[in-house]
Nanobody, 121 residues
Framework: QVQLVESGGGLVQPGGSLRLSCVAS????????MGWYRQAPGKQRELVAE???????NYTDSVKGRFTISRDNAKNTVYLQMNSLKPEDTAVYYC???????????????WGQGTQVTVSS
């Protein structure tokens, strides 16, 4: 069974840090782009950061300079290091990955179950 499993969420004070991890498991042939999205109550899901298989990154403006996305291709894992957290970063964070299951198969979108990040004093 193919799945993305996130970990690392929790409650942190403003200015604090958290590191999210997401592992892709199962019979996966290749992993393309990986990324993190978030959804706050009453708001649409938004892209936080994404990283290509070659390591190119893209961030939403509100997290630039505070968050860092990275990946370990050997471990099928993507990370999100979040520093200088603000209350407005509070949301459920979802891992996303483009997964392929064969040489000629097209990538398929996969999502994790989400992990709650709460920034509050």
């Amino acid at each position: 069974q193919v799945q993305l499993v996130e970990s690392g969420g929790g409650l942190v004070q403003p200015g604090g840090s958290l590191r999210l991890s997401c592992v892709a498991s199962g019979s996966i042939f290749d992993i393309g782009d990986m990324g993190w999205y978030r959804q706050a109550p009453g708001k649409q899901r938004e892209l936080v950061a994404e990283i290509t298989s070659g390591g190119s990154t893209n961030y939403t403006d509100s997290v630039k300079g505070r968050f860092t996305i990275s990946r370990d291709n050997a471990k099928n894992t993507v990370y999100l290091q979040m520093n200088s957290l603000k209350p407005e970063d509070t949301a459920v964070y979802y891992c996303h990955a483009d997964l392929s299951f064969g040489v000629i198969s097209l990538p398929v979108d996969y999502w994790g179950q989400g992990t709650q990040v709460t920034v509050s004093s």
